[in-house]
């Protein structure tokens, strides 16, 4: 990310509650898994204050149990 302003305890954070979001849209969807899941972190600063954007992309699926072939 460059020059940041953020240090790892507040990226940390950012993706934990990101996380929970994640999983709280994806029980939503009524799916039980996120495949192939993609965070991104951008930073936007100006006149002395910055934030950061955290995002994430992914596709959301139920899977249940695979019966054995005999």
């Given at each position: 990310?460059?020059?940041?302003?953020?240090?790892?305890?507040?990226?940390?954070?950012?993706?934990?509650?990101?996380?929970?979001?994640?999983?709280?849209?994806?029980?939503?969807?009524?799916a039980?898994?996120?495949?192939?899941?993609?965070?991104?972190?951008?930073?936007?600063?100006?006149?002395?204050?910055?934030?950061?954007l955290?995002?994430?992309?992914?596709?959301?699926?139920?899977?249940g149990?695979?019966?054995?072939?005999?």
């Open positions: 990310m460059g020059n940041h302003l953020f240090n790892q305890e507040t990226l940390k954070n950012a993706k934990t509650v990101l996380m929970k979001k994640v999983e709280a849209e994806a029980e939503l969807l009524g039980n898994v996120v495949l192939a899941l993609r965070v991104n972190y951008s930073e936007i600063s100006g006149n002395r204050k910055s934030m950061v955290v995002s994430a992309t992914g596709t959301t699926v139920s899977v149990k695979i019966k054995e072939l005999k």
